[in-house]
């Protein structure tokens, strides 16, 4: 069995803030569905895995764009 990531179980400050983007948002944005996929994300166990190569995402990419579901090199950024 794989060890879990150890983002998978996201820190309390990373639910906070995705719970708080959410209640600023409409519900008819599409932000508001990112935010949703990321929660379902945490409850999963997947939060932090990237959905392409499923290599962790790296921890500060995380926490400036907590719905991201790609780690940098599948999301096409440099760094």
């Known amino acids: 069995m794989r060890t879990p ?3 998978s179980v996201p820190s309390y400050e ?3 803030l995705l719970e708080a983007q959410r209640k ?3 519900a008819a944005e599409v932000g508001a569905d990112a935010i ?3 929660l379902r994300r945490i ?3 997947h939060y932090g895995i990237c ?3 499923t290599r962790e995402i790296d921890r500060g990419r995380l926490k400036a764009a907590p719905t ?3 780690c ?3 999301g096409g950024e440099a760094g």
Request: charged share 30%; glycine share 4%.
């Open 72 to 74: 940098r090199r599948c």
């Open 68 to 70: 991201t579901q790609t």
């Open 5 to 7: 990531h150890p983002y």
């Open 14 to 16: 990373f639910r906070m």
């Open 24 to 26: 600023r948002l409409p």
């Open 51 to 53: 959905i392409r190569c």
């Open 36 to 38: 949703d996929e990321a």
């Open 43 to 45: 409850q999963q166990g």
